[in-house]
């Protein structure tokens, strides 16, 4: 089953500066013209064209364009590898350092841990905490090619591809811009997801840690995320009674 889960080329360099066509007769003084001996600060070798200006908005007009394409249109395609658990990160640096070591920068491009923003309740406090969406996986984009496979599935760590048949299978575009809004950076910053996830779902049983319904068990029926409430069905004397609750108020089982 395959996991549901255009090349960027850029061009640089000063544009080409015709000198001005040399006189017929080096004898005969061009009207206006100066005279360079190349003592003039800032100047080139003789006869040099002096380079063009950086124009700073048209730089900054680039970098934004460059970020706002989609990680799917990047060169080549994005899959999903199995690492041992709890070992994603020094899968992730050692791949990286087998990819430069074997000179195969121009084959593998880019190792992934996706991360995400939790919000959670620790000690009666809101906390905004990063967690893997995909504990035991890295995403890698890499050409879809034998030498590339090769250094992939050799790397420590790696237990190998998810994918059906011998060959594995790339995520879908919908997949990849889902996981991956955002590039993410060798430090492993989190992927823009979108509104940080509240660490609570509709039905779970959550234990009441304080208040007068402490120590009591009960199913969460619905979440407030702008007041930072749950209501929570509790059993008391074999009757369920609803009680709104704050998220520090009670803690996952």
Not at 103 to 109: A, D, L, P, S, T
Not at 149 to 162: A, L
Not at 194 to 211: A, M, N, Q, Y
Request: net charge negative; charged share 30%; hydrophobic share 35%.
């Amino acid at each position: 089953m395959t996991p549901d889960l255009s090349d960027l080329a850029t061009t640089d360099g000063d544009e080409a500066v015709t000198p001005s066509e040399a006189p017929a007769s080096l004898g005969t003084p061009v009207p206006g013209a100066t005279r360079d001996d190349g003592d003039n600060e800032g100047s080139g070798a003789p006869g040099e064209a002096a380079p063009e200006a950086i124009d700073a908005e048209e730089l900054l007009e680039s970098e934004a364009a460059e970020a706002s394409i989609s990680p799917y249109d990047r060169p080549g395609r994005w899959y999903v590898v199995h690492t041992q658990s709890g070992y994603e990160k020094k899968v992730k640096q050692n791949l990286e350092a087998r990819t430069q070591s074997m000179n195969m920068e121009g084959h593998i491009h880019e190792v992934v841990i996706p991360m995400e923003e939790v919000v959670e309740f620790k000690g009666g406090r809101k906390v905004v905490s990063q967690k893997k969406v995909f504990p035991g996986y890295l995403l890698v984009r890499c050409d879809p090619d034998d030498d590339s496979w090769y250094v992939i599935r050799n790397t420590p760590g790696v237990t190998g591809f998810v994918g059906q048949g011998s060959k594995p299978s790339p995520l879908p575009r919908r997949d990849v811009e889902s996981f991956l809004t955002t590039k993410v950076d060798g430090d492993d910053a989190p992927a823009k997801l979108g509104k940080p996830r509240i660490d609570f779902e509709i039905s779970e049983t959550v234990r009441v840690k304080e208040g007068p319904f402490a120590e009591f068990s009960g199913e969460i029926v619905e979440i407030n995320e702008d007041q930072l409430k749950v209501k929570v069905l509790v059993n008391i004397f074999g009757r369920e009674t609803p009680a709104e609750l704050d998220f520090a108020q009670v803690a996952k089982l």
